[in-house]
């Protein structure tokens, strides 16, 4: 079900479906029983094959293999695409090099965050959008929705509509020999590796000289691959393997044989958590929008909004928010030795004084640490400050005690344990 009224704020009420495997699943089902798998977004997926530590250690140290089969990935294609693309997503897409990628955002005419994504400029007037798998289906209607002239988007100018449209395909379906999905190897030595695979001289070169957020097209042992430097593990050396549908289990067992002498091993939700969590990245649901509605500028991505530009949708919100925000995204390294609770989302935040300043969004254990991403209030949110942190209640026998299950902004609470704000991103 859609809403989208004159407020501008656009509402997809999906329908619930039953979880279905990847196209990778047989390769998981080989190396891990199916209880290790869970529902996310709709599709069958891995927790971990070994365990979070060691495929969080192996990520660092060496290189890690990731399904991504299950995102989005979307064509826009012919002479107006980079002039919609440009108006409905918040970073400047004229300007994208081709070969090249940006991170952006998809907003509604209200300015909520409809997704996160990044844009692949493949040629002149061709582009690959990859989107959120939890947000799929939403962004296809709402693509739908504008396509169609059904959409608001500029509620100062309610009868605006977008003069031309690209031909939009999913990559992932019905799409013949055009399929892409994405393989993601992420780690030190996933370069070594890369090279290894491919064939032609001309495109070792290239691959050799790839920057961060670029592309080549090439062949790994006679698989045709669109190789990026992109990810979501905060590692410097990385990359995403955009393959077709039908290669998608050669490659994944490819890639782990011949990986084998360079400790790569594959990795699962867990690691991917966690990983992302100590790099600082952003989840949709939690580090954005979600229940807070956390905006790019609170999330730390205000560079992503170019509000110079001459019109994108939810641009007059964003320049508002741009200009008033008092929370915001930080990240506090709290102890996590044997002996000390996890830190879970919802948890408090407390100043010097017990004063709660917001919540935890996400957190991981790394090592002998826990890092948590947190949402509190903007004139706190400063590199080196010592911040308390309040446990909300974990059973209805601790609620009985007296622990709070939820607590306000503003509150008087004890300190549980005490940790430190550090840089907001990391990279490694």
Same mark, same amino acid.
């Given at each position: 079900m859609i809403e989208n009224g004159v407020s501008g704020r656009f509402v997809f009420k999906e329908s619930t479906k039953t979880p279905s495997g990847t196209v990778l699943f047989e390769q998981h089902l080989m190396r891990i029983e199916k209880s290790r798998m869970a529902d996310f977004a709709g599709y069958l997926m891995p927790l971990w094959f070994s365990s979070i530590s060691v495929e969080h250690k192996a990520v660092r140290e060496s290189a890690g293999l990731f399904d991504c089969t299950h995102m989005g990935v979307l064509e826009f294609d012919g002479e107006h695409a980079p002039d919609f693309l440009d108006a409905i997503t918040t970073n400047n897409i004229k300007t994208l090099k081709i070969g090249f990628a940006k991170y952006s955002y998809i907003l509604d005419a209200a300015g909520y965050v409809l997704d996160d994504i990044i844009i692949y400029r493949r040629k002149e007037n061709n582009f690959m959008v990859v989107v959120n798998a939890a947000n799929k289906t939403k962004i296809q209607a709402w693509l739908k929705a504008l396509q169609k002239d059904e959409a608001i988007i500029d509620t100062e100018k309610p009868a605006r509509k977008l003069q031309d449209k690209p031909v939009i395909r999913d990559l992932l379906t019905d799409c013949g020999q055009?399929?892409?999905?994405?393989?993601?190897?992420?780690?030190?030595?996933?370069?070594?590796?890369?090279?290894?695979?491919?064939?032609?001289?001309?495109?070792?070169?290239?691959?050799?000289?790839?920057?961060?957020?670029?592309?080549?097209?090439?062949?790994?042992?006679?698989?045709?691959?669109?190789?990026?430097?992109?990810?979501?593990?905060?590692?410097?050396?990385?990359?995403?393997?955009?393959?077709?549908?039908?290669?998608?289990?050669?490659?994944?067992?490819?890639?782990?044989?011949?990986?084998?002498?360079?400790?790569?091993?594959?990795?699962?939700?867990?690691?991917?958590?966690?990983?992302?969590?100590?790099?600082?990245?952003?989840?949709?649901?939690?580090?954005?929008?979600?229940?807070?509605?956390?905006?790019?500028?609170?999330?730390?991505?205000?560079?992503?909004?170019?509000?110079?530009?001459?019109?994108?949708?939810? @641009?007059?919100?964003?320049? $508002? %928010? #741009?200009?008033?925000?008092?929370? !915001?995204?930080?990240?506090?390294?709290?102890? +996590?030795?044997?002996?000390?609770?996890?830190?879970?989302?919802?948890?408090?935040?407390?100043?010097?004084?017990?004063?709660?300043?917001?919540?935890?969004?996400?957190?991981?254990?790394?090592?002998?640490?826990?890092?948590?991403?947190?949402?509190?209030?903007?004139?706190?949110?400063?590199?080196?400050?010592?911040?308390?942190?309040?446990?909300?209640?974990?059973?209805?026998? @601790?609620?009985?005690?007296? $622990? %709070? #299950?939820?607590?306000?902004?503003? !509150?008087?609470?004890?300190?549980?344990?005490? +940790?430190?704000?550090?840089?907001?991103?990391?990279?490694?």
């Open positions: 055009d399929c892409r999905v994405d393989i993601a190897l992420q780690g030190p030595a996933s370069k070594e590796l890369l090279f290894s695979m491919i064939e032609a001289q001309e495109d070792k070169q290239q691959f050799q000289d790839m920057k961060s957020f670029s592309l080549i097209e090439t062949g790994l042992d006679g698989i045709n691959c669109i190789i990026v430097q992109t990810g979501y593990t905060g590692s410097k050396t990385g990359y995403e393997l955009f393959v077709h549908p039908s290669k998608a289990a050669e490659l994944w067992a490819l890639l782990l044989e011949k990986g084998k002498s360079l400790n790569i091993i594959p990795c699962g939700l867990g690691a991917r958590d966690s990983l992302r969590i100590e790099a600082g990245l952003p989840l949709y649901g939690h580090e954005l929008d979600g229940e807070f509605n956390i905006n790019p500028f609170e999330a730390g991505y205000g560079w992503a909004v170019k509000l110079e530009k001459d019109f994108f949708i939810g @641009q007059a919100v964003m320049q $508002k %928010k #741009s200009q008033n925000y008092n929370m !915001q995204v930080a990240r506090i390294e709290f102890p +996590g030795q044997a002996g000390i609770r996890p830190v879970r989302q919802h948890d408090g935040i407390l100043d010097k004084n017990g004063i709660c300043i917001g919540w935890v969004l996400s957190c991981a254990k790394v090592d002998e640490k826990q890092i948590a991403l947190v949402y509190i209030s903007k004139n706190i949110a400063e590199e080196n400050r010592q911040i308390g942190l309040y446990y909300t209640a974990r059973s209805k026998m @601790q609620v009985e005690k007296g $622990k %709070k #299950s939820k607590v306000e902004k503003n !509150q008087e609470l004890e300190t549980d344990i005490s +940790g430190t704000i550090i840089t907001r991103f990391e990279k490694f």
